[in-house]
């Protein structure tokens, strides 16, 4: 085996653990923390259920609200100016997967200085970042786990990768109990970016006996628990999307991702859509495309999907990804990429599929994939 590295946060997991959070700031030192959330996560009550712990604790804070879906370069930019102006110390982010990615972005050029297009790509932050607690509303985007951070270039129009260790959080605390106040397509759409999470970590080039099992966890949880999650906000469903988002996360941070995460940074970055909306659409089609490589390893997540093997790794593969079809056209959710994109827009999948092709998720995709073939695959999933 060559050598591989396995990084995580420390991971506070449970119902009511949202209440450590004062104990967990000042482990790090904290003196004033900079939050950043939105208004969706203030008008949910959760906003100042957290300044009231932190007060509890003796721990002064500044709110940064200006999280938007898909954070912009600019915000971040804002944002890292507001925390030097304000003498804060730890960063603590509370929401999604653009509140922890905005809380990221800020710590980079904080600490780092330059534009935050200075970072895309790996390992392109050289110092180290301010201590940061992150607690998530969702269960799906991984940001509270991953060294991974997803910024959009608003000039280019493209959602950046930013990929380095130095982006683990120091503390995650995932409270199921947050997911309570979650809409339906909120807990529809993180699931399915966090199966997504699982299936490309386990295909990746660079999986490992570290990672593959967190995916293949991932991928059963989520088959088993969303729909109850749906339809009766059950705790019990909930806690176990909440493993499951962990799992997969702790995999794709540690392996990457691959073709269909790439293919999503660019169509969300240059349509303006919601990360969850888009793997619907791509992941089986991306799938399909990557059967030939790994049918190995795919008959793998279709064993898990179907809950049985059939005669031959490739029927179990393909019925498989006809079992997550399935799955995902049981929810409402669009489909094809004609149902978010206007007919008149198909013109710019070309260059679309250009700039996708240089995303790092590619790097990592199991069977090598040219803009050509990109276009080919968007065109399936039109």
């Not at 420390?10 to 030192?29: D, H, K, P, V």
């Not at 909120?186 to 295909?203: G, K, N, P």
């Not at 799992?247 to 540690?254: E, H, K, L, R, W």
């Not at 089609?285 to 999907?305: E, H, Q, W, Y």
Request: hydrophobic share 45%; charged share 20%.
């Amino acid at each position: 085996m060559e050598t591989t590295k396995f990084a995580i946060p420390e991971i506070i997991f449970g119902r009511g653990s949202l209440n450590y959070a004062g104990q967990c700031a000042l482990r790090l030192g904290a003196k004033k923390v900079f939050l950043v959330s939105d208004t969706g996560i203030e008008e949910a009550g959760w906003v100042q259920r957290l300044m009231d712990i932190l007060e509890e604790a003796g721990i002064d804070w500044i709110y940064y609200p200006r999280v938007t879906p898909n954070p912009r370069d600019f915000e971040v930019e804002q944002g890292a100016e507001f925390y030097l102006k304000n003498g804060a110390d730890v960063i603590m982010a509370l929401g999604g997967g653009s509140s922890m990615d905005t809380a990221k972005g800020i710590a980079i050029i904080a600490s780092n200085g330059g534009k935050i297009q200075d970072y895309e790509g790996a390992n392109r932050v050289q110092h180290p970042l301010p201590p940061m607690v992150f607690i998530t509303t969702t269960a799906g985007s991984g940001s509270d786990i991953s060294q991974f951070c997803i910024i959009t270039d608003v000039k280019r129009g493209v959602k950046m990768s930013i990929i380095t260790r130095t982006l683990v959080p120091n503390i995650s605390i995932v409270d199921p109990l947050i997911l309570r106040t979650k809409s339906e397509t909120l807990i529809i759409q993180s699931a399915v970016d966090a199966l997504a999470h699982a299936v490309e970590a386990y295909l990746s080039r660079i999986a490992s006996p570290f990672t593959e099992p967190q995916s293949l966890k991932a991928i059963d949880l989520i088959m088993r628990n969303l729909q109850d999650a749906v339809e009766t906000r059950s705790l019990d469903s909930l806690e176990k999307l909440s493993i499951a988002s962990i799992a997969a996360s702790t995999a794709f941070s540690n392996a990457g991702l691959g073709a269909e995460h790439a293919l999503a940074h660019s169509l969300g970055g240059h349509f303006d859509m919601s990360h969850g909306v888009v793997h619907p659409i791509m992941l089986t089609t991306v799938m399909r495309f990557n059967l030939p490589s790994c049918t190995s390893k795919m008959a793998d997540i279709g064993r898990v999907v179907l809950n049985k093997r059939l005669g031959s790794d490739l029927d179990t593969a393909v019925q498989g990804i006809e079992k997550l079809e399935a799955f995902f056209a049981s929810f409402n959710v669009p489909l094809k990429l004609h149902q978010v994109v206007p007919a008149e827009d198909k013109k710019h999948l070309e260059p679309i599929c250009k700039m996708a092709v240089h995303d790092a998720c590619n790097l990592t995709n199991p069977r090598p994939a040219s803009w050509e073939e990109f276009l080919v695959i968007c065109e399936e999933a039109w």
